[in-house]
C-alpha cells in the first residue's frame, strides 16, 4: 500500500492536468482577493474575516475537484497501469484505498492553496492599501471558519468517494466525466430547482441533497428568500450524517464490485 | 529437477455460454521458455490475466512458485513482470520516468536498476523523450524493462513482439534467451511470429477455442513426423510422377515451382535418392527441413 501510495503520489506530481488545475487555482485565488477586497477596500475587521468571505464562494471547489477525481479514478483503466499494478501483487482493497487516500490528499492541498493563497494576497494588499486590522469578533469568525474548512473536506470527500465509484464502475475516462457531470449537475438542480417544487417529496429530496448542505453551511441556502443556515442539532447532525452515510455506501459498493470484477484495461 | 514455476489446475473462465478457457491443465518449469500458441481469441491473453491476479477463473486454481491461496499467491505475484496486450504507459511521461513510476510501485529505490533495463532494451539514449513520442516498437520494449525492472523470476509476455522492427525483433530473442541463461528467469510468450517462438521456446502449448490441444517439447517438434524432406528440382511434374509410381507416396506437398516436400515419415531420405538418380532426375537440392512450427499448429487445428 505505501509503494502504491508513493507512486501515486509520483503520478499526480508529474500530471500535467493536475498541474493545471493547481494553477489555475493559484490564479483563481488570487483574482478572488482583489475582487472580494477590492469591494470593500480591503476592509479587515479581525484577521479571519477575509476567509469569511470566501467560504461563500466555495462552492466553486466541488465543480472542478470531482472532474478531476474522475480522471484520477479512471486512469488505470485509460493507461493499463491497473494492470501492472495489481498483478505486482496489490490487492484490490489496496487498489482502492490507495485512490481514496491520494484524493484525500490533493483535496487537502488544494483547499489549503485555495484559501492560502487567497489570504495571504488579501492580507497583502490590506497592508499596502493601509487599511485597518482590527479584532472584532476573531473568536467567532475563526470558529465559523474552520467549521466550514472542515465541513469542506468532508463533503469533498464524500462527492470524491462517489465520483470514484462512478469511475471504477464505468472505466473508460470520457464516459466516466459525462456521468460525473451529470452527478454534480444533477445534484446542483435538484438542489436548487425543486426547492420549490410543489411535490412534497422532491422538496425533501432536495432539502437532502449534497449540494443544499454545501450551500447551507457557506450562508448562501436562501429559500422564499429567507437564509437558511446550520442552526439546531438536527440540522447539525443532518449536514455531518448525510455526506458520511454516502462514504460509507459508496466506498461499500466500490470494494464489492471491484474486488470480484474483471480487469480488461 | 527443475521446479515449477506455475501450474493451472483445471482452469475455465466463462463468460455467460461462452468458454474463454476449457478447463486448462499445463505446468511451466524454471528455466522454461514457454511458448503459447493459439489464434486470436482462443484464450492466450485470458490465462495470462489468470496468472496475473486480473481475472478471477470460473473453476479451477492456479499455483505460482508453489503458492496457490490468498495472500500467499499474492506474495509470488510480486516475483513475476507482465506485458499484456498494449504496454501500459503514461503518456505524458519520459521513458525514464515511466520506469520511474512502475519502480515505486514495486518499492525500489534503486537508480542503477532503471538505468540497467534501459540499457538491456536499448532506450538509453531515449529515456529523456515523452512516451507519446515513442513509436510502438519502442513502447514494446520499454513495456518489456517494466516488466524486468523488479528482477522477476516469471515473465508473462503477450505479443511482445508487435510492432517491432526485424533488428527488434532480433534484439527481443537474444535479451529473452540472455535472462533465461544468465538469471533463470523463466517465461512464459505468446506470439504470432511462430518462426519467432520456434527460435527461443523450449516447450509448446498449443491452445485452440479456449482448450490446451497440446503440448510439446522443442526437441520433439524437431523430432516429430512433421519433420520433411525438401527436393529441389527443375522437372517437378516428373518428380511428382516417380513419387507416385514408383514410390507409391502420395502425401506431399509442392511449395514452390520447383520445390516439392515429402513428410519425413512417408519416405527415407537415402531410398529417396537412390530411386531418383535411378530414374535420372535433374535434382537441385535433397535436404531434411525441420518441421515448422506453423506447419504443426496448422496441421493440429485442422486448418
Redesign the interface.
Known sequence: M???L??QA??IK???MFRGISLMFLVASAVLAFWVGGKNNFEVINPAQPLILLTQLSLFLYFVIPTYVCFFATEGYE?????????????RFAYITGKYISVLNFIFVWLIQFFGVYYVCYMAAALFTGSAIGNDGLKTDMLQIIRVLGLNVLYLSAYAVLILMVGIFIRRTASAVVATLLVIFGDFIFSGYCREASSLLLRELSGYTLTTQIMKFSGVYVVNSQQVVLSGMKSVVEVLVIPLVIIVICMSITYFSFG?R???? | MNTTIFQAEGISKHYGNVAALEKINMAITEGDIYGFVGENGSGKTTLMKVISGLIHPTQGSITLMGRSKGRELAQARKQIGVLIEHPALYPHMNGEENLSFYSRIHGLSDAHRIEEVLSLVGLTDTRKKKTSDYSLGMKQRLGLAVALLHSPKFLVLDEPMNGLDPGGIVEMRHVLTRLVKEQGVTILISSHILSELQLIATKFGFIHKGRLIKEVLAEELLQSAKTEICIQTPETRAAIHVLENVLNIHSFIRSGANEIRVPKSAADLEQLMTVFIEQGMPIEGIHLSAASLEHYYMDLIGG
Open positions: 505505501r509503494n502504491f508513493k507512486a509520483y503520478f508529474k500530471d500535467t493507461y493499463g497501469s491497473i494492470k501492472l499494478v495489481l498483478a505486482s501483487g496489490q490487492s470480484r474483471d480487469i480488461h484495461a
